[in-house]
């Protein structure tokens, strides 16, 4: 069966350290995977999705970025965190299949002060 | 572009009590339509989905269809329960290129619901 591994689950950061969130899918192949950021009052927001290895699409102009070096990994990042990057991130992981659900890591809530 | 919009919350229900939760959308061309739920501090999960007009989704106890007609998604279940207590989410599908097998979900901004005893 397959499985989304998120980590970590919660991250205090400073203003202006270096962001790194981990996202990996195991049994399946070739996933579509998706970042989304969950902020206080402002709904679910699709940050990034990639269709395959090294294949990204932004959503919105922000302070991340991110990226695909295997198949199965999905690695979110920031050079300098803003306060406004707080929020709870979830990575998302689909087959492609149009209509299809997503199944959803359990989260990171990231906090920067 | 296409949005979602959901009844803002929160909302308190005791149980056996008679859930709605609405849900809007705007969209271009012939979007499905899905129910997530988030409960606490976990993420989210599908709950029930349509994928055409007068399809009706249902998982649970919960039900939504898919109306047209109206826009219209909006979420119902007859009897409540605590274990219900959770945020909802309503989201839409749609692809950026017509027939590609890449799309996304937006989705509305979450009602969270608590059910009490």
């Known amino acids: 069966s397959q499985t989304i591994h998120q980590w970590p689950a919660t991250l205090v950061q400073p203003v202006g350290s270096p962001l790194s969130l981990e996202c990996t899918v195991e049994g399946t192949s070739n996933p579509n995977l998706y970042w989304y950021r969950q902020a206080a009052g402002r709904g679910l927001q699709l940050l990034f999705y990639?269709?395959?290895?090294?294949?990204i699409s932004s959503e919105v102009p922000q302070n991340l970025s991110a990226s695909r070096p295997q198949d199965r990994q999905f690695i979110l990042s920031s050079k300098k965190l803003l306060l406004s990057d707080s929020g709870f991130y979830l990575c998302?992981?689909?087959?492609?299949?149009?209509?299809?659900?997503?199944?959803f890591g359990s989260g990171t809530q990231l906090s920067v002060l | 572009g296409n949005s979602v919009t959901q009844m803002e919350g929160p909302v308190t229900l005791s149980e056996e009590a008679f859930l709605t939760i609405n849900c809007t959308y705007t969209?271009?061309?012939?979007?499905?339509l899905f129910w997530y739920v988030q409960y606490p501090g976990e993420g989210l999960q599908l709950l029930l989905k349509a994928t055409k007009a007068d399809d009706k989704g249902s998982n649970k106890g919960f039900e939504a269809t898919y109306r047209k007609e109206t826009t219209s998604f909006h979420l119902e279940k007859g009897s409540v329960q605590v274990s219900d207590s959770a945020v909802y989410f309503c989201a839409l599908s749609h692809s950026p290129v017509q027939g590609g097998s890449n799309y996304k979900l937006t989705f509305g901004k979450g009602t969270l619901l608590t059910v009490n005893p």
């Open positions: 998302a992981w689909t087959s492609g299949v149009a209509n299809e659900k997503l199944f």
């Open positions: 990639s269709v395959g290895i090294g294949q």
């Open positions: 969209a271009t061309g012939y979007p499905s």
